[in-house]
């Protein structure tokens, strides 16, 4: 089993930066597929970014290519999403979530999510 918890959320302005952490813990040896997603009122589950652990490989939503940063820390077992120039249609809940490169390759899915962080951008 993996644990995945979200820090950092909060309220901001519009064009301001807010930087969320996800602290992986339990099984977390091998190669994973980290991803972060949001999901704002009313609204389905958005993909947001995901990071290949093992060779720090990226790849982007298009709402925030450009403007959001995913990176990861090995030795903490931590990914972070930097958001900058946000805009109100950033604000959502944020998750992340967790999947073994395998399971990941074989399904395109997650296995693990965490409880999400609340982000509010204010124009």
């Known amino acids: 089993q993996v644990q995945l918890v979200e820090s950092g959320g909060g309220l901001v302005q519009a064009g301001e930066s807010l930087t969320l952490s996800c602290a992986a813990s339990?099984?977390?040896?091998?190669?994973?597929?980290m991803g972060w997603f949001r999901q704002a009122p009313g609204k389905g589950r958005e993909f947001v970014g995901r990071i290949r652990w093992s060779d720090g490989d990226t790849h982007y939503g298009i709402s925030v290519k450009g403007r959001f940063t995913i990176a990861r820390d090995s030795a903490k077992n931590m990914v972070y999403l930097q958001m900058n120039s946000l805009k109100p249609e950033d604000t959502a809940v944020y998750y992340c979530a967790a999947a073994r490169e395998t399971y990941y390759v074989q399904r395109q899915q997650y296995e693990y999510w965490g409880q999400g962080t609340q982000v509010t951008v204010s124009a």
């Open positions: 339990g099984r977390t040896a091998g190669d994973w597929i």
